[in-house]
């Protein structure tokens, strides 16, 4: 079995900076692809970020190019978020996402989530 837990979520004032992480842990075989999506009250869950665990290539979503950052440390099967200049529209629960090979094949885990609010 496989679990993602987040863990850096809070209150922050616009401005401010606040850094997630996403540890996966279990009968993993190997991560292809970490990411973080966010989900605001009352709209869609949408993609943030994500980083592909061989060669680190990453993707963001145009509304958070320049002030987040994702990296990840591949032998702590860990992905972090680094969210500078916060801005109240980032509020939102944010979840962490991994395609992970393990017994039986390749899946898609989600995280619990983790609350990001940012104050005016």
């Known amino acids: 079995q496989v679990q993602l837990v987040e863990s850096g979520g809070g209150l922050v004032q616009a401005g401010g900076s606040l850094r997630l992480s996403c540890a996966a842990s279990?009968?993993?075989?190997?991560?292809?692809?970490m990411g973080w999506y966010r989900q605001a009250p009352g709209k869609q869950r949408e993609l943030v970020a994500t980083?592909?665990?061989?060669?680190?290539?990453?993707n963001y979503a145009d509304s958070v190019k320049g002030r987040f950052t994702i990296s990840r440390d591949n032998a702590k099967n860990t992905v972090y978020l680094q969210m500078n200049s916060l801005k109240p529209e980032d509020t939102g629960v944010y979840y962490c996402?991994?395609?992970?090979?393990?017994?039986?094949?390749?899946?898609?885990?989600w995280g619990q989530g983790t609350q990001v609010t940012v104050s005016s």
């Open positions: 996402n991994a395609k992970i090979a393990a017994m039986g094949g390749a899946f898609i885990y």
């Open positions: 279990g009968s993993i075989f190997s991560i292809n692809v």
């Open positions: 980083i592909i665990n061989s060669g680190g290539s990453t």
